[in-house]
Protein backbone atom coordinates (compact mmCIF):
# COMPACT_ATOMS: atom_id res chain seq x y z
CA UNK A 1 0.00 0.00 0.00
CA UNK A 2 1.68 3.29 -0.90
CA UNK A 3 1.56 6.05 1.60
CA UNK A 4 3.10 9.74 1.03
CA UNK A 5 3.00 11.61 4.15
CA UNK A 6 4.16 15.62 4.27
CA UNK A 7 5.30 16.90 7.45
CA UNK A 8 6.99 20.35 8.52
CA UNK A 9 4.15 23.11 8.11
CA UNK A 10 2.97 25.40 10.11
CA UNK A 11 3.20 28.91 10.57
CA UNK A 12 5.90 31.75 9.87
CA UNK A 13 6.34 35.18 9.62
CA UNK A 14 7.04 36.90 5.86
CA UNK A 15 10.51 36.26 4.85
CA UNK A 16 11.03 33.29 7.40
CA UNK A 17 11.91 29.43 6.29
CA UNK A 18 10.03 26.28 6.50
CA UNK A 19 11.60 22.85 5.53
CA UNK A 20 8.86 20.18 4.45
CA UNK A 21 9.70 16.85 4.32
CA UNK A 22 7.54 13.86 2.38
CA UNK A 23 7.98 10.58 3.51
CA UNK A 24 7.24 7.65 0.81
CA UNK A 25 6.42 3.67 1.64
CA UNK A 26 5.24 0.93 -0.45
CA UNK A 27 6.93 2.01 -3.66
CA UNK A 28 9.88 2.09 -5.78
CA UNK A 29 10.84 5.42 -4.62
CA UNK A 30 13.96 5.90 -6.42
CA UNK A 31 12.05 5.08 -9.98
CA UNK A 32 9.21 7.81 -9.16
CA UNK A 33 9.29 11.81 -10.21
CA UNK A 34 8.74 13.34 -7.24
CA UNK A 35 7.28 16.88 -6.88
CA UNK A 36 5.50 19.40 -4.69
CA UNK A 37 2.13 21.41 -5.38
CA UNK A 38 0.19 23.44 -3.63
CA UNK A 39 -3.33 24.82 -3.27
CA UNK A 40 -4.29 28.20 -1.92
CA UNK A 41 -8.13 28.61 -0.62
CA UNK A 42 -9.81 29.32 -3.61
CA UNK A 43 -7.87 28.65 -6.04
CA UNK A 44 -6.53 25.56 -8.00
CA UNK A 45 -3.60 23.36 -7.24
CA UNK A 46 -0.52 24.76 -8.91
CA UNK A 47 2.50 23.00 -9.28
CA UNK A 48 5.94 24.17 -7.01
CA UNK A 49 8.66 22.02 -8.12
CA UNK A 50 9.43 18.44 -9.30
CA UNK A 51 12.69 16.45 -8.94
CA UNK A 52 12.81 13.59 -11.07
CA UNK A 53 14.14 9.78 -10.89
CA UNK A 54 17.75 11.11 -12.44
CA UNK A 55 17.39 14.16 -10.39
CA UNK A 56 16.40 17.08 -13.29
CA UNK A 57 14.90 19.23 -10.97
CA UNK A 58 12.04 22.11 -12.26
CA UNK A 59 10.49 25.43 -10.46
CA UNK A 60 7.89 27.26 -10.90
CA UNK A 61 8.34 30.51 -11.65
CA UNK A 62 6.86 32.14 -8.66
CA UNK A 63 8.97 30.37 -6.29
CA UNK A 64 12.33 30.41 -8.52
CA UNK A 65 15.48 31.45 -6.40
CA UNK A 66 13.28 30.63 -3.03
CA UNK A 67 12.30 26.66 -2.93
CA UNK A 68 14.94 24.37 -3.26
CA UNK A 69 13.63 20.70 -3.86
CA UNK A 70 15.83 17.99 -2.87
CA UNK A 71 15.60 14.04 -2.50
CA UNK A 72 16.86 11.32 -0.36
CA UNK A 73 16.87 7.88 -1.95
CA UNK A 74 18.16 6.08 0.89
CA UNK A 75 15.43 7.88 2.93
CA UNK A 76 12.67 7.39 0.50
CA UNK A 77 11.89 10.95 1.08
CA UNK A 78 11.72 14.64 -0.47
CA UNK A 79 12.03 18.01 1.17
CA UNK A 80 10.89 21.07 0.12
CA UNK A 81 13.04 23.88 1.42
CA UNK A 82 11.36 27.33 1.56
CA UNK A 83 13.19 30.46 2.59
CA UNK A 84 11.83 34.24 1.97
CA UNK A 85 8.41 33.18 2.61
CA UNK A 86 5.89 35.28 1.48
CA UNK A 87 1.97 35.79 2.36
CA UNK A 88 1.30 34.52 -1.00
CA UNK A 89 3.06 31.59 -0.27
CA UNK A 90 0.37 30.25 2.22
CA UNK A 91 -2.09 27.11 1.02
CA UNK A 92 -1.78 23.63 1.77
CA UNK A 93 1.69 21.53 0.49
CA UNK A 94 0.90 18.36 -1.50
CA UNK A 95 3.43 16.17 -2.03
CA UNK A 96 3.31 13.79 -5.38
CA UNK A 97 5.05 10.59 -6.87
CA UNK A 98 4.80 9.86 -10.35
CA UNK A 99 5.63 7.19 -13.08
CA UNK A 100 4.31 8.05 -15.99
CA UNK A 101 5.13 4.39 -17.59
CA UNK A 102 3.30 2.55 -15.14
CA UNK A 103 0.12 5.00 -15.07
CA UNK A 104 1.45 5.44 -11.50
CA UNK A 105 0.14 8.84 -9.40
CA UNK A 106 0.09 9.50 -5.98
CA UNK A 107 -0.76 12.11 -3.74
CA UNK A 108 -0.23 12.65 0.07
CA UNK A 109 -2.74 14.74 2.39
CA UNK A 110 -1.05 17.70 2.50
CA UNK A 111 0.57 19.89 5.13
CA UNK A 112 -0.70 23.45 5.61
CA UNK A 113 1.73 26.46 5.33
CA UNK A 114 0.45 29.83 6.78
CA UNK A 115 2.95 32.87 6.01
CA UNK A 116 1.35 35.84 8.08
CA UNK A 117 3.01 38.29 10.37
Known amino acids: QVQLVESGGGLVQPGGSLRLSCAAS????????MGWYRQAPGKQREWVATIGSGSIIDYADSILGRFTISRDNAKNTVYLQMNSLKPEDTAVYYC???????????WGRGTQVTVSS
Open 96 to 106: NGANTRWGHNY
Open 26 to 33: GMLFRLYN
